[in-house]
């Protein structure tokens, strides 16, 4: 996987938003095609392939309770170092931002049914 740099002159860190969960924007749509999933969005006609591993966080990101359990699980079932997994994250949410893929809710507002 290849994503863009995080743009310096934002000067914002992501830590706040692995406090919430990813959400798929109304406006998005998720197919998959093979082993990868593409993400169009409807308005803009933003499209973006990811390969099984993006696919895996894309899934991760969208259904745990924060992006910070995501990352958890990613770093149990990759072998990866811990900073190296969270600035392969960081810069695949930022994509994903840029994009208008993603959109954040506080990880408070999950409903006990998503929860389990």
């Given amino acids: 996987m290849i994503y863009p740099r995080r743009n310096e002159k934002e000067g914002h860190s992501l830590t706040q938003t692995f406090f919430m969960r990813g959400a798929v924007p109304a406006d998005v749509i998720t197919r998959h095609v093979g082993e990868e999933l593409v993400l169009l969005h409807r308005s803009t006609n933003e499209c973006l392939g990811l390969d099984p591993v993006g696919t895996r966080m894309w899934n991760?990101?969208?259904?745990s309770?924060?992006?910070?359990?995501?990352f958890e699980v990613l770093l149990s079932e990759y072998d990866v170092e811990r900073g190296q997994l969270r600035?392969?994250?960081e810069e695949f949410i930022e994509n994903l931002k840029r994009?208008?893929?993603i959109e954040f809710i506080p990880a408070a507002s999950i409903s006990s049914e998503e929860t389990g």
């Fill in 60 to 63: 991760l990101v969208t259904t």
């Fill in 65 to 70: 309770k924060s992006i910070q359990s995501a």
């Fill in 87 to 89: 600035n392969d994250l």
């Fill in 99 to 101: 994009h208008k893929l």
